[in-house]
RNA sequence: GUGGGCGUAGCUCAGUUGGUUAGAGCGUCUGGUUGUGGCCCAGAAGGUCAUGGGUUCAAAUCCCAUCGUUCACCCCA
């Protein structure tokens, strides 16, 4: 038997209430901040993710689904949504239409890792993407607009992490002092530490080894080498956020794994999903629009993984387990009245009524069955001697009183189950 | 890429130190009035015990391999 690809997974008729239910919640929060929707394709050039998250990036080196098609150009399913929507914007000028344009997405990503918990290959994300202001309080606004659909969903133990990683140049300097620091104490690092002094330096920070921890807990932060602007604009972002009274962390330790970030960067975390515990992360990213070919534009946006709210959602109890219902179930009483209840059903949905009969031929009994099954709030029977003097029963599943009323006028029908 | 756990009915799982026809609950189906649901009762269907090999008189149970899955590292949403 064929099965699903590893790392993918099938979203079954029982499990879309919930994404549906986080989805409409998505558009009215992006609708609130006044985001537009916008839609990308699901693949691109793969130079695209290569020069817009950063060569050395994992997401880069070993993450990407990259094909070459049949005219040999290399073709990436995109790992990531912000990429994408800054070639869409370069692309169609909308810098020159927009001077400050908000979009938010909702797609599916694709990621070439072992799979665990809270981790796909196809996964999805919602995010937003804001471009053209470097306003703190831009900043302020995507930390806000991330947790308001989180705690909106029903999720209830969150941590909002904020930091700033500046500029290059500042972090260029910030990082030759933490290589000085780290290079006394290099043989006490762990393995992976130790490739990431060469690879990604700040990555050290995130290393869950005791050792390193202790080692990065006396290490030179961030914060105090960032310039009077970058610091002042990191002070209005917390000004910002205090004023709406969210509560917040700094976390120097907070460095985000793509390279297109500067100053201010976030995440919101969960406790309750296992080790993967990031449900949502964002930042500033001030060069990318100019490293992808645009004009220096600032901008700032956020991402977070849909699974992983459900599946926090799943463990706080927040789900919402309400199963099917429809309001008219038609039962045929005779076998032969097939066309009879086929046409009756047409007309019922046809005003607007969600409908449903049997199609195997089952008992009444059974039929009856089905249509407690299905939470109907009605059943129309069809046949019998009633039928004989032109009538159906009309009985409501609730109180399981039922009235008879005639087949052929429709508007008394809709009547009888307005009752 | 590295390491650990687990693969028995549609689902969740039992299955004793290897020992006859592999079980339960839920779900499904049928029946309990000739034309009436929920609760209850009775019955039925449904399993190559992941796959392949090995040990043994005997394997769901022990060993090996493969595949799948899951969790963690790594990384990230």
Not at 3 to 10: E, F, L, Q, S, Y
Not at 250 to 270: A, H, P, Q, W
Request: hydrophobic share 35%.
């Amino acid at each position: 038997m064929i099965k699903a690809i590893t790392g993918t997974k099938d979203i079954l008729p029982n499990d879309i209430n919930n994404w549906r239910r986080l989805e409409n919640l998505i558009e009215s929060r992006m609708k609130l901040y006044n985001y537009r929707e916008i839609r990308t394709p699901v693949f691109e050039e793969t130079s695209l993710f290569s020069r817009g998250i950063g060569e050395t990036t994992d997401i880069v080196s070993k993450e990407m689904y990259t094909f070459t098609d049949r005219s040999g150009t290399s073709i990436t399913l995109k790992p990531e949504m912000t990429a994408s929507v800054v070639r869409a914007y370069l692309e169609h000028n909308l810098g020159k239409q927009y001077n400050f344009l908000k979009m938010y997405y909702i797609s599916p990503m694709f990621r070439q890792e072992r799979p665990q918990a809270g981790r796909l290959r196809q996964f999805h994300q919602f995010g937003a993407e804001a471009i053209g202001s470097n306003d703190p309080a831009l900043d302020a606004e995507m930390i806000e607009l991330s947790y308001s659909v989180l705690v909106n969903f029903g999720l209830k133990n969150l941590e909002i992490k904020i930091n700033s990683l500046g500029t290059p140049e500042s972090r260029e300097i910030y990082k030759n002092e933490l290589r000085s620091y780290l290079k006394s104490k290099f043989s006490d690092l762990s393995d992976d530490s130790k490739k990431r002094f060469n690879s990604n330096i700040l990555r050290i920070f995130d290393s869950k080894d005791e050792t390193d921890q202790i080692i990065m807990n006396q290490a030179p932060k961030i914060l105090s080498y960032l310039d009077g602007q970058d610091l002042s604009h990191f002070e209005e972002v917390k000004k910002y956020l205090n004023l709406i009274g969210l509560n917040f962390s700094v976390d120097e330790k907070l460095v985000r794994g793509l390279d297109y970030y500067t100053n201010t960067t976030f995440e919101i975390i969960s406790p309750k999903i296992g080790s993967q515990s990031a449900l949502c992360g964002g930042g500033r990213y001030n060069l990318l629009i100019e490293q992808l070919g645009g004009k220096p534009t600032p901008a700032t946006g956020f991402a977070a993984g849909m699974e992983r709210i459900l599946l926090a959602c799943q463990n706080e109890n927040c789900m919402d387990s309400s199963g099917q219902k429809i309001d008219v179930y038609i039962v045929r009483i005779d076998q032969d009245k097939e066309s009879e209840v086929f046409k009756l059903a047409s007309q019922l949905r046809n005003n607007g009524i969600t409908t449903e009969h049997d199609y195997l031929s089952r008992s009444v009994k059974a039929q009856m069955r089905e249509a407690n099954r299905l939470n109907s709030n009605f059943v129309i029977m069809v046949g019998g001697n009633e039928f004989k003097h032109g009538n159906v029963v009309v009985k409501n599943m609730e109180d399981g009183t039922q009235v008879e009323t005639k087949f052929s006028d429709i508007n008394e029908i809709k009547r009888k189950l307005s009752k």
